[in-house]
């Protein structure tokens, strides 16, 4: 686990959840929001690719599948908020998942 993502472990431990996560979106939802954030992205930072055949549509849905994956691979009852998606696909994302189910399970078992 990343030092940050174990620094957030060790203070979710000591204080026992007060609510459920909140969840704004669906999974497919907030997929296909990070998705267009992602190509946005891109065209910000001036990716060039040609605007012929089959490349715009190519990008796009390599986008949504990479999002489509990362949301499948959160424990059910979380789904990260678009702008999280980084942390989902780059080399904290194993983290992010563990954090999530580990709160989760803290919530049932305080919550109910």
């Known amino acids: 686990m990343a030092p940050g993502a174990l620094r957030l472990a060790h203070r979710l431990r000591q204080q026992p959840p007060g609510r459920p996560l909140i969840t704004d ?9 990070a998705a267009a ?8 930072a001036r990716m060039r690719l040609p605007l012929t055949g089959i490349w715009p549509r190519t990008l796009t849905d390599a986008y949504a599948s990479l999002m489509d ?13 678009p702008d999280f998606s980084p942390l989902a696909y780059e080399g904290s994302g194993p983290a992010l998942a563990e954090l999530a189910a ?11």
């Open 37 to 44: 954030h992602h190509a946005a992205l891109a065209a910000e």
């Open 69 to 81: 994956r990362i949301y499948a691979a959160m424990p059910e009852g979380y789904v990260p908020p």
């Open 25 to 33: 979106l669906t999974i497919k939802e907030a997929a296909a929001e």
């Open 102 to 112: 580990a709160y989760l399970n803290r919530c049932d078992a305080h919550i109910g």
